[in-house]
């Protein structure tokens, strides 16, 4: 393994692409984390998110370290039903299984389970707990990403550096795509499908059916644009019925008297209209049955 760092023109494009796939495997990431963490309680939100992706980093990193003892994985050790299996197979058909049953759970709860906040029944979600999944889907991710990673490249440099890079940046982002995910429920379930569509995907490369990302991450890409199309379109449409919102009357204040009424009362030149004046005379009008006032009132 290679630990030099000199920048040749195969050296930077080796290190964007592997950049650019830290990055979105870090997004996958933070949304688990994100979904995850929205189980604590608010204090506790924010320090598994951190705790959370840190652990991811240092994991990914000690994982390139033993990159010669990694590869290794991919040698089969078993066969069944005339396939053989390695342990990155076994790895990730467990991860991929863990991460459909999470997602299927979320949803449920989210379409048919109980309205938040009034869960007395629900199970208490632990701090201890929500770190012990993430590192569980950590390793999976993980796994597969420096697999990737040491195929392109075996300057182990490039790739901590990578990393370590990718993982800066999601630490900074990961507090807005948190917000983002939790505040609109329609991005929600969508993060929960597309941890799904991972899932079966990372069943699927277990059982050796390999599948071009592009056919996972094209379908992603304009699910994601679709709905920012559609946040567009509400924002503008909720603005608009805000500038249509008629302005606040003035309750008046005797409820017994119609103020069209009396505003014609006053404006009109009849003899039998009454009159309305600024001394301590009564306002009299065409009808007495109502509460005789003094003055303006």
Same mark, same amino acid.
């Given at each position: 393994? !290679?630990?030099?760092?000199?920048?040749?023109? !195969?050296?930077?494009?080796?290190?964007?692409?592997?950049?650019? @796939?830290?990055?979105?495997?870090?997004? +996958?990431?933070?949304?688990?984390?994100?979904?995850?963490?929205?189980?604590?309680?608010?204090?506790?939100?924010?320090?598994?998110?951190?705790?959370?992706?840190?652990?991811?980093?240092?994991?990914?990193?000690?994982?390139?370290?033993?990159?010669?003892?990694?590869?290794? &994985?991919? !040698?089969?050790?078993?066969?069944?039903?005339?396939?053989?299996?390695?342990?990155? +197979?076994?790895? &990730?058909?467990?991860?991929?299984?863990?991460?459909?049953?999470?997602?299927?759970?979320?949803?449920?709860?989210?379409?048919?389970?109980?309205?938040?906040?009034?869960? +007395?029944?629900?199970?208490?979600?632990?701090?201890?707990?929500?770190?012990?999944?993430?590192?569980?889907?950590?390793?999976?991710?993980?796994?597969?990403?420096?697999?990737?990673?040491?195929?392109?490249? !075996?300057?182990?440099?490039?790739?901590?550096?990578?990393?370590?890079?990718?993982?800066?940046?999601?630490?900074?982002?990961?507090?807005?795509?948190?917000?983002?995910?939790?505040?609109?429920?329609?991005?929600?379930? @969508?993060?929960?499908?597309?941890?799904?569509?991972?899932?079966?995907?990372?069943?699927?490369?277990?059982?050796?059916?390999?599948? +071009?990302?592009?056919?996972?991450?094209?379908?992603?890409?304009?699910?994601?644009?679709?709905?920012?199309?559609?946040?567009?379109?509400?924002?503008?449409?909720?603005?608009?019925?805000?500038?249509?919102?008629?302005?606040?009357?003035?309750?008046?204040?005797?409820?017994?008297?119609?103020?069209?009424?009396?505003?014609?009362?006053?404006?009109?030149?009849?003899?039998?209209?009454?009159?309305?004046?600024?001394?301590?005379?009564?306002?009299?009008?065409?009808?007495?049955?109502?509460?005789?006032?003094?003055?303006?009132?």
């Amino acid at each position: 393994m !290679d630990f030099s760092f000199a920048f040749t023109p !195969d050296l930077i494009a080796v290190f964007l692409t592997l950049f650019v @796939l830290e990055v979105v495997l870090g997004v +996958d990431n933070v949304i688990f984390i994100s979904i995850l963490a929205s189980k604590l309680p608010r204090e506790q939100q924010a320090k598994a998110r951190n705790l959370g992706l840190t652990l991811a980093m240092l994991m990914r990193v000690l994982l390139v370290l033993f990159a010669g003892w990694i590869i290794t &994985l991919k !040698d089969d050790v078993v066969e069944l039903i005339g396939m053989g299996f390695s342990w990155k +197979d076994f790895i &990730l058909i467990a991860g991929g299984l863990f991460l459909v049953y999470k997602a299927v759970t979320e949803i449920h709860h989210k379409l048919e389970g109980e309205e938040e906040g009034h869960g +007395d029944k629900r199970k208490a979600v632990t701090f201890g707990s929500v770190i012990a999944q993430i590192l569980v889907l950590d390793l999976v991710f993980s796994l597969d990403s420096v697999i990737t990673a040491v195929g392109m490249t !075996d300057n182990l440099l490039v790739i901590i550096t990578v990393v370590v890079l990718s993982f800066g940046i999601m630490l900074f982002a990961a507090r807005f795509i948190f917000e983002f995910v939790n505040r609109h429920p329609t991005v929600k379930m @969508l993060a929960l499908s597309f941890l799904l569509l991972i899932g079966v995907f990372l069943i699927a490369e277990g059982f050796e059916i390999h599948i +071009d990302k592009a056919f996972i991450y094209g379908p992603m890409a304009f699910a994601i644009f679709v709905e920012v199309l559609n946040l567009s379109y509400a924002g503008r449409k909720a603005k608009r019925a805000k500038a249509r919102t008629e302005a606040v009357k003035l309750r008046p204040r005797y409820s017994d008297v119609d103020e069209q009424v009396a505003v014609t009362a006053a404006l009109s030149t009849g003899a039998d209209a009454g009159s309305v004046g600024l001394s301590r005379k009564p306002v009299e009008g065409a009808d007495s049955s109502h509460e005789t006032r003094h003055g303006l009132g």
